[in-house]
């Protein structure tokens, strides 16, 4: 994958050790990086956006082949990853930097977006309407380096144990074509 061809995708689900735990398995995605966008602070740390009081949320950058895989399919993956009809909660974890979002980087994506949720609410995945907001991108803070690769380097840790290895589990069985 040459990096003049990747394209970007911001997506908050929750916990981001979550997310970048399924992201980084699909095919066409180069890199992921965890951290924080859509808030009022500068330079958040981990703490800070944990006290829910800088308005941001906990969102992954993913750096994506879209010649192997498409926008679409990454909102796809996303709406089956995390439950995008509670706000501002995902299981135990409840704040503003727990949300469901979608931050677009162009018009292109903005219409996607849209007709993905359209599209999804619309269908029988969830029972209840989805509340994911979708907002044009705006600085995104990468997350302190300990946070990366977080699931990979930790896994044996309850929280990982306990959320993250089912949700991952979950997700390789249904998308495992997609997976590298």
Not at 66 to 89: C, D, K, Q
Not at 90 to 99: F, P
Request: aromatic share 12%; charged share 20%.
């Amino acid at each position: 994958m040459s990096e003049q061809n990747l394209a970007t995708a911001t997506l908050g689900a929750g916990c981001f050790w979550c997310v970048e735990a399924v992201f980084q398995q699909l095919q066409g995605v180069a890199a992921v990086q965890s951290g924080y966008s859509g808030g009022e602070v500068k330079n958040p740390t981990y703490k800070e956006v944990c006290s829910g009081k800088t308005g941001h949320a906990e969102v992954l950058q993913i750096q994506y082949d879209a010649a192997v895989i498409s926008y679409e399919e990454l909102l796809n993956v996303f709406w089956h990853i995390h439950n995008p009809t509670t706000l501002n909660r995902q299981g135990a974890d409840v704040g503003t930097q727990y949300r469901s979002v979608i931050y677009y980087h162009n018009e292109e994506q903005k219409s996607a977006a849209e007709a993905s949720k359209q599209t999804t609410d619309a269908g029988d995945l969830w029972d209840n309407p989805i509340v994911t907001e979708i907002s044009a991108a705006g600085i995104f803070y990468p997350a302190e380096d300990y946070h990366n690769n977080y699931f990979n380097l930790h896994g044996e840790q309850p929280y990982c144990a306990a959320v993250i290895h089912p949700k991952v589990q979950k997700f390789r069985k249904r998308f495992a074509a997609k997976l590298k």
